[in-house]
């Protein structure tokens, strides 16, 4: 079969989150099941145009003019990447902003732009995709597109976070030049407001969400971010198909960044790492202490609402305060986040934080730890739990989205399961879920039994590529309704 996906990142050229990882890992393995796989993407002006060559060049038509655009391709492994150049991309320092704080002002003509040009580009290469597999909002114009290019290909929509919508006034939306469907907007006539995540789920032929439970959630107002009515009118288009790992960059055995390997058979590795962790991060070398972590951006979807502002003695105050443990804490963000957490590390000696972003430190971080702890509010899938997991690190997890769909809650009497889930999202709540870690951590006999099991569950890409494979099959023999 014949697969574009269509993305703003994508591991190994763009990455700002999951989203890349996710498309580059899905790509290769479907292309390595024997399926034909491209990878469209915007050229940013940091990605090396070392080994791309080019294939195609035409013009977007925009309100005032005919925007001239080429596009470049590098086949790596078996996939080929197709990067789309533009100065709105080739003259920019990063994906959605010079920084992931501050957009930039032009993004709905950026992203408007580069979902015109997916279909010009299958004319101009005669690229003839059997399905056309877009990614979050900023590919969520190009089914739209597609139709009213007369281009026949299936369009699958995966949502990676429904919160992000690219939402736009209707003065933006006229920079298109092009008389738009109300199927891309959202909000009563009056006061109607362009939508790109909207288009895509209301225009595209099936629509995939990241784990099972998250295709639940979002069906009602808790999580609907808004569009709860639009998925369950398109319930019957709706999948949830949970992310894997790469097991290649993920594997505790062969490690790049550290040398003190370890499988689940044999822990001697894990324990030396802890000790080098702890020195490296100024913490007292102990094995007999656990080591709790964090890798996160610092923002309000992962929980440190509830675990740094919240009451008038915060929960990590509490954990650090009231037991004899360790916490790491690596990531960037919010500023006041950053702040709290530097006044807890100067407080509490059992507390190192690093307000960095570093595939090193997270190898490490993951490798080390005992646990580790997301207590996310809302996670469409999560991968830092799987990398915990195949690390031997237990997770704390709010049992929301793909937390809950692969984490087994431990139960200590049945000696089962591969770390703690709590319900609420209170801070208490992920006191308590601490704690029953803590006391699990005493007893070495479950905690090795409990790390074998979370190390040897099945996150490879197979499976879940598989099942994108049985969708794109459905597509392509039109069994699902589509929505045309
Ligand atoms: C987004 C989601 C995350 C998911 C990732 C890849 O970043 O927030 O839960 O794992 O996309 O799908």
Redesign the pocket.
Known sequence: MNILMVTSETVPFSKS???A??VGALSSALAGEGHFVKVFMPMYSFIEEKGFKKSASFSVPMISSEEKVETVEKKLGKVIYVGLKHPYFTDRKGIYGDTSFTPYADNCPRFMLFAKAVGLYMKATGFDADCVHCHDWTAGLVPYYLKAQKIKAKTMFTI??LAYQGDFSVYDALLSGDVLSDKLFTGPVDSKRLNMLKAGLDTSDIITT?SPTYAIEIQGEEFGCGLDWLLRARKDDLYGII?GIDYKEWNPGSDVYFEEHFNSRSLNGKAQLKAKVQKEFGLEVREDVPLFSMISRLAE?KGFGELLLSGSTSALERILSENDVQFIVVGTGDQRYVDKLNELQAKYPNLSVRIVFSNKIAHMVEGASDFFLMPSRY?????NQLYSEHYGTLPIAHKT??LADTIQDINEKELKGTGFLFSAMHPDDIVKACDRAIDFYKNKEALKRARKLAMTMDFTWNKSASEYEKLYNKLAQGKNGGNK
């Open positions: 989150g999951g989203l990882d996710v990676h976070n990241v992310n979807q996670e469409p899938c999560g991968l989205g793909g």
